[in-house]
């Protein structure tokens, strides 16, 4: 594996450094989540996606870089402190980023770019035309950003919207010479950044409790909600995760496959973050109205994030050429199906439902599992 150094990549495994670095994340799917609870329409809808497709891209990087460069020494574990208070400012910003603190949320981001690219230039494997290749497209999407704070108005989701282009051209401009990543450290980095979304949603339900009195509608929307986030945790660490691991590893080191692996690891989990937002956001609201019918807005959520999880996580196994679930495709359709119950019974109602589909399809799917398995 070129660019591995002596290192083998069995023997690189996800530093106490990165977790304390996922704390922030944490905090940025808090913000977001209460952005679009607070404001369940279409424009703060697309500000969240604006702001988590930008957000989402650097601190995939980071994930990248770490597998590259491991913070093992304290010239390296000093910027990447740096890059963690930078995105820190980042999510501060997070609720009014489209309202007047915008330059801040831009300046933010321009650091963390430049400790990111001041980073990859310590990697062995890296040149600086390598480094150059795809910092110079992370600079001119931090700059559409500041220009659309500064601008306002139309232009400002026309600026922030150009970024996604960029994103999308920018794996393909890595030289292949670039080396390969660590597949184990690679896997279980993304797999944390997945526990901690997951994590948001149990905290929104207890942010959503914190200002109403103990009942059996407040306790059984906070279990049902536990239950989904249960559901979403076995859709992709019930030995998916392994599964993804092998891919990785039969995979070689080309120009094809390092855009396969940034599709399936940014753009694959761009959705499952946004579905978990989405469904944290509802459940935020719901668990003090749980026998009231919900806003259309929040019925979409609730549902419609659910489908969102698993359709990314779909393309997930797709991208990286593993078998499909025919039962999670059902599951998803039928959360879908939940959306006017919301609307039209109760949130308890819809979640009762939707969490009852979701378990029926993994059952059944994990009996369908164990049939084929040859005694």
């Avoid at 901690?196 to 942010?207: K, M, P, R, T, W």
Wanted: one cysteine or more; hydrophobic letters at 60%.
């Amino acid at each position: 594996m070129a660019g591995a150094d002596a290192v083998s990549e069995d023997e690189v495994r996800v530093s106490t450094l990165e977790l304390f670095f996922d704390l922030v994340f944490v905090f940025t799917i808090t913000q977001l989540t209460a952005t679009l609870a607070h404001h369940p329409d279409g424009e703060h809808l697309g500000q969240v996606v604006l702001m988590l497709i930008a957000i989402w891209w650097m601190y995939a990087g980071f994930a990248w870089l770490t597998n590259a460069v491991p913070p093992n020494r304290t010239a390296l574990r000093l910027p990447l402190l740096g890059g963690m208070a930078a995105f820190f400012a980042i999510s501060l910003t997070i609720p009014t980023a489209f309202s007047g603190d915008g330059v801040v949320f831009a300046g933010a981001y321009l650091a963390v770019i430049a400790v990111h690219t001041v980073l990859y230039m310590q990697s062995a494997s890296w040149t600086v035309t390598g480094v150059w290749s795809f910092a110079r497209m992370n600079v001119i999407a931090g700059a559409l950003i500041l220009a659309g704070t500064i601008l306002e108005g139309g232009w400002e989701y026309a600026l922030w919207s150009l970024i996604i282009p960029i994103f999308v051209a920018t794996p393909a401009l890595v030289p292949e010479a670039a080396g390969w990543i660590r597949p184990s450290h690679f896997v279980e980095r993304h797999g944390l950044v997945v526990i901690v979304a997951l994590g948001e949603s149990v905290v929104a339900v207890g942010i959503g409790a914190s200002e109403i009195d103990i009942s059996s509608e407040m306790l059984a929307v906070a279990i049902l909600g536990l239950m989904l986030s249960s559901a979403f945790w076995w859709t992709y660490f019930g030995g998916d995760d392994e599964d993804a691991l092998g891919a990785l590893r039969r995979m070689t080191p080309t120009r094809r496959e390092f855009y396969a692996a940034n599709a399936a690891y940014y753009w694959a989990h761009l959705l499952i973050l946004l579905g978990v937002i989405a469904v944290a956001a509802a459940l935020e609201e719901a668990i003090g109205h749980a026998f009231d019918p919900l806003e259309f807005a929040l019925a979409l959520a609730l549902g419609g994030g659910t489908a969102l999880f698993l359709i990314g996580h779909a393309a997930f196994r797709r991208i990286l050429g593993l078998s499909m679930h025919p039962w999670r495709a059902l599951a998803a359709a039928l959360a879908l199906a939940t959306i006017p119950l919301g609307t039209e019974a109760s949130a308890l109602a819809q979640l009762a439902t939707l969490v009852a589909a979701f378990a029926i399809c993994l059952a059944i799917e994990g009996a369908r599992g164990r049939e084929s398995v040859p005694a």
